[in-house]
């Protein structure tokens, strides 16, 4: 069976400081990946997806990056962290054109 | 770009009852989710519905695609169902589930 594997679970870290957050896949092969984050209140916003290692579409303009060096390895990034990064990021992966399976997540608190 | 709403916004149950949560959307579509995400922030996939109903024991959803709306059925209440439940449509023109526009979701809150 599939599973996705995300860390850290939680993080603090200072403004202007650097983030790498890691989502792993298992189970499966050359999944479409996908990052969100998730504010306060409720809404998902879709940051980044991946359809093949190294494809990446950056669907909002920030200071944050994703990478995907390996076919199930899917990161993001940012050089300088902002107070409006603060957030919970997910990963999720999908096999097809149907559903798409969500990580644990990250709770990102940026002071 | 499409909308996604969805009502209530707040739904507080006792435990037992029944519930119907509805998501409009504003242009067609060929992707809708339904899912959960519980108090801990674990989102799970509930239904892949872009038309016709489904069921899967207390849950079900019915999208009439054509009046661009869908409902999501709960029935007999559990203190497990709590936590916030979400809309997501991709347009046709998404491509392959790349871009799934979310609505804001529906919180509820189950009562023992």
């Known amino acids: 069976s599939q599973t996705i594997h995300q860390w850290p679970a939680t993080l603090v870290q200072p403004v202007g400081s650097p983030l790498s957050l890691e989502c792993t896949v298992e189970?499966?092969?050359?999944?479409?990946l996908y990052w969100y984050r998730q504010a306060a209140g409720r809404g998902l916003q879709l940051l980044f997806y991946s359809v093949g290692i190294g494809q990446i579409s950056s669907e909002v303009p920030q200071n944050l990056s994703a990478s995907r060096p390996q076919d199930r390895q899917f990161i993001l990034s940012s050089k300088k962290l902002l107070l409006s990064d603060s957030g919970f990021y997910l990963c999720a992966w999908s096999p097809t054109t149907e559903t798409q399976y969500f990580g644990p997540g990250t709770r990102l608190l940026v002071l | 770009g499409i909308q996604v709403e969805q009502s209530p916004p707040d739904l507080i149950l006792q435990e037992g009852a029944n519930s119907t949560l509805r998501c409009n959307f504003s242009d067609s579509v060929n992707n809708l989710q339904w899912f959960h995400q519980n108090p801990w922030g674990q989102l799970i996939n509930l239904f892949y519905?872009?038309?016709?109903?489904k069921q899967n024991g207390r849950l079900s959803a019915t999208t009439v695609a054509t009046e661009r709306y869908s409902l999501l059925y709960i029935s007999s209440s559990q203190t497990t169902d709590s936590g916030v439940y979400f809309c997501a449509v991709a347009p046709f023109d998404a491509g392959n589930n790349r871009k799934l526009i979310w609505g804001l979701g529906t919180s509820l809150a189950v009562n023992p």
């Open positions: 189970g499966t092969s050359n999944p479409n």
């Open positions: 519905i872009p038309s016709g109903t």
